[in-house]
């Protein structure tokens, strides 16, 4: 008897660790070169990335969406072949998977299983072997993007912000440098790790930075008329990339919601009393990988399971949700946007449909 693909993920999700490690053992026995080729260190390192592999498709599985686990591998193509491993090897990886899930599953669940892996293996090849830049020439606000990155890629936070705070008096608009300044730039920092060219230590120091200069323009943006609404906003537990959602509240308060950004990494009942405490007309839940996903289901499970809850409106969003846009509906969300300013929208529109203004 066949399962469903949440029950085929959730087995899949306990056995990674054990399924990791039979995967690499057949992979290295199909290619006794590669012991000699990465020793003991790349072994291991090869099981770890085996494990995230099968975290990806476990998530995948049960949303019962292909489209998660084969950008998961155009993610990891690029970045190991910035680490010096061939695409080759990936395949190899790929297949060995496979062929240890068909050997340890029910066939029907398998099949299920397969099809996933096989649908990666058959894109690979045509996947981007590189990311071009975020920072693009035809985008707005490019020249100080591009200056503002590389102050802060020479750890010249103070110049950063200068610029910064020059553009804004000089009458550039907060939300202009939010999207094409600070959001840009993040990303710039993100495929810059991924594909080798910074550590994780810059990374870091640029995130840290940029969270710094936001909380310079809070006396602007804090300065506007209220209109009595409120907006509570965390990261999903385990989500350590906060950023993202910080700037989806300061949107919110420039519209002239009231905020409460919780942060990085929620637990479920934390979030559950700030909500039964605050009472906010939206919350809003970010994750950013899709291995995280489950976790989202199940805060939004739990949070709906509580009676003094159950009613507020909740929007999800970042990475996996602009990789399946419909996303939210499994996961009983109220909404979901690709972008800052839409989320605004969005849950104006929600709250004056339940004509839930706050007294």
Known sequence: MAHSAAEIG??????????????????????PELTA??????RAKCVKDT?????????????SR???FSDYVAWAKVLLAEHGVPVEILADNLRAVSQVLRDRLAAEDAAAVCGYVDAALAALPGMAATIPSFIASNQPLTRLAEAYLKALLACQRQTASRMILDAVEGGTPIKDIYV?????????????????????????????????IMSQLYPRIFAGPRINRLFVAACVGGDLHEIGMRMVADFFEMDGWDTVFLGASV????????????????????VTLTAHVGAVRQMISDIRATPDCRNVKILVGGYPFLIVPDLWKQLDADGSCGDAQGAVHLANSLVASQGALRD
């Open 37 to 42: 080729r990465y020793g003991p260190t790349g």
């Open 180 to 212: 094409h300044v600070f959001q840009q730039s993040q990303q710039e920092i993100g495929r810059l790790w991924q594909t080798n060219r910074i550590t994780v230590a810059q990374e870091h120091y640029c995130t840290a930075a940029t969270q710094m």
């Open 66 to 68: 292909p489209a998660l």
């Open 267 to 286: 637990p479920g009942p934390d979030l559950i009393r700030t909500l039964q405490d605050r009472k906010p007309d939206v919350l809003g839940i970010s």
């Open 51 to 63: 494990a995230y592999h099968l975290a990806y498709l476990a998530e995948a599985l049960a949303a």
């Open 10 to 31: 959730r087995q899949l999700d306990s056995m990674r660790e054990a399924l990791a490690e039979a995967a690499v053992d057949q992979q290295y026995l199909l290619h």
